[in-house]
């Protein structure tokens, strides 16, 4: 009910590309009953300002404050390794916490 309250009648991609000094968000919606994403935004944000991260199950959750977070599926990797994601968040010097 809430997530319906805040997101509309819509359903919400985000994409990952992570670079050395980097990453960056892109948000695709579409609406709940058809599979015709657009672009709605992106935010490149530096590994410097990522609050914590976070790996539960097949998840990381990327905080980039205390209370708001980015959701990566390592399920939905088209690139890479979960393993190369978090080495490159450790070289980063990322507080990266296991659950």
Known sequence: KVNK?????KKYLNNFDFYKD???VTTQSSPLSEDKYQ??????IEY???YKVIVHNQHLF???NRRQSFIFNFKG???????????????????IKEK
């Open 77 to 95: 990797m088209t690139k890479g390794t979960a393993g190369e994601v978090l080495q490159l968040l450790k070289e980063q010097n990322v507080l």
């Open 22 to 24: 980097h990453f960056v």
């Open 62 to 64: 990327i905080f980039i």
């Open 48 to 50: 410097s300002d990522i």
């Open 39 to 44: 672009e709605v935004g992106s935010q490149k």
């Open 5 to 9: 309250e805040t997101l509309g009648d």
